[in-house]
């Protein structure tokens, strides 16, 4: 019985909509618009924040990274980090390396930016980064030939480079560049590596860099920089923050600093930066959910009075049910169930739209999309709650008429 009191209300609906159709999509235009918009802010979000843990805060297996600053997100915060924070040197990599009994790898990255020649090619601006031997274990970079940087590398301060892909393009575009020379700062180096293609991230190309020995960096740059980074890599997942404590502790002491001050240097994982994105977004999604709510209330007043002048519509028809034993409860559920299907379609639509729309700026621009099964779930849910919840006032304004005035009303 309770299922023929909704399937009747639910075709009676349906017909409406299909009867008039122009009407019925203006009606739900609001409601429409809103859970598209909704849908593609999440699809967004949510594919941009899969995109930034596997391309940006993606620092490789169990590593987190140890340099002069941490995270950082306002200028006060910068100058006041600049003013305290030390720049890190060789001996504070050696003490780590040596001192630490957690991770299961500590090494040594050190980047700066110069351009690479061959025989009247040039490459600019590339991504010069010293290492130590074991970064190839921690890396995200990949050998696709040829082989990383190695320990006899360092120990002998050899002239040998491992290539991105942008740069082996522009310097070696019909040639096989294991064995040739590149020069860098006016040194000849052997190429003995080439990396797997990475693409761009954002629309910024990250193939054109080359990594060298990190004793040969220091004779092209120096030792006091701020490019130092010391990589350290966990044993496992679940000795992360132990892993973190550990080299904080140490450093701490190496730098004397009391215990009730902050760090004088910065501790960076993965998840400090997925955290700062997280915050980001959750400030356009705050945004973006006063600027669905007003087009689900405009889509909701649409619907109410919509719903009002079908009440007046069917004065008579009202008064005929009543007439023939249906009960008050009866016609204001038939009139909910109306409203809720008609905002429910709205949803449903709302949410085709969307999805095609994700797919195709995927597929097109630079922008990850990812629709999650949860957001088309709220967002059908949300639908028909505005239906319903706006429908009540036509819903009981239709069960409270009167059935004999609603009989003489005009057909």
């Known amino acids: 019985m309770r299922g ?46 899969a995109y930034i843990a596997d391309r ?26 600049a003013r ?31 351009t690479l020649r061959r025989e009247g090619l040039s490459q600019e601006d590339v991504s010069v980064r010293g290492v130590t031997a074991n970064i ?22 050899n002239f040998t480079a491992m290539l991105g892909d942008d740069v082996v393009k522009k310097l070696f575009p019909s040639t096989d560049p294991l064995g040739k020379t590149v020069t860098l700062n006016g040194y000849d180096f052997e190429v003995v590596g080439v990396a797997k293609p990475i693409g761009s991230v954002m629309g910024q190309p990250q193939d054109n860099f080359v990594y060298i020995p990190v004793q040969t960096w220091f004779k092209l740059y120096g030792t006091h920089t701020d490019g130092f980074h010391i990589n350290i ?62 087009f689900l209330v405009i889509g909701g007043v649409v619907i109410m009075n919509v719903m009002l002048a079908s009440v007046t519509e069917r004065t008579r028809e009202i008064g005929i049910r009543k007439s023939l034993g249906a009960r008050t409860s009866d016609i204001l559920s038939q009139f909910l169930v109306e409203a809720s299907v008609m905002s429910a379609m709205g949803g449903v639509i709302g949410i085709a739209v969307a999805w095609v729309l994700a797919i195709i700026l995927d597929k097109t621009t630079p922008l990850p999309m990812s629709v999650p099964l949860s957001a088309v779930v ?14 009540v006032y036509p819903a009981r304004k239709a069960a409270r008429l009167n059935p004999i005035e609603a009989l003489r009303a005009d057909s």
């Open 378 to 391: 709220v967002a059908l849910c949300v639908s028909t709650a505005v239906g319903l919840f706006f429908g």
């Open 56 to 81: 940006v805060a993606n620092m490789g297996n169990g590593v987190f990274l140890i340099g002069r600053y941490g995270i950082i997100n306002s200028e006060e915060a910068f100058v006041k980090a």
């Open 4 to 49: 023929l009191r909704i399937k009747e209300p639910t075709i009676i609906a349906l017909e409406t909509m299909r009867t008039h159709k122009l009407r019925s999509f203006l009606m739900l235009l609001g409601v429409i618009l809103s859970v598209s918009t909704l849908i593609l802010v999440v699809a967004l979000i949510n594919g941009t924040n």
């Open 136 to 157: 190839g274990q921690m890396d995200t970079e990949e050998v696709t030939r040829g082989r990383y940087i190695s320990d006899n590398d360092n120990d002998h301060r």
């Open 84 to 114: 305290r924070n030390k720049q890190l040197t060789f001996d504070d990599y050696a003490a780590l390396r040596d001192g630490l009994k957690l991770p299961k790898n500590v090494g040594l990255e050190c980047r700066g930016r110069s």
């Open 233 to 294: 890599q966990a044993r496992a997942p679940e000795y992360m923050e132990q892993t973190k404590d550990e080299a904080r502790a140490l450093m701490r002491a190496r730098r004397h600093v009391p215990p009730n001050e902050d760090d004088n240097f910065g501790v960076i994982g993965s998840d400090n930066l997925m955290d700062l994105w997280k915050s980001l977004t959750g400030t356009l999604a705050g945004a973006m959910v006063g600027f669905v709510s007003i």
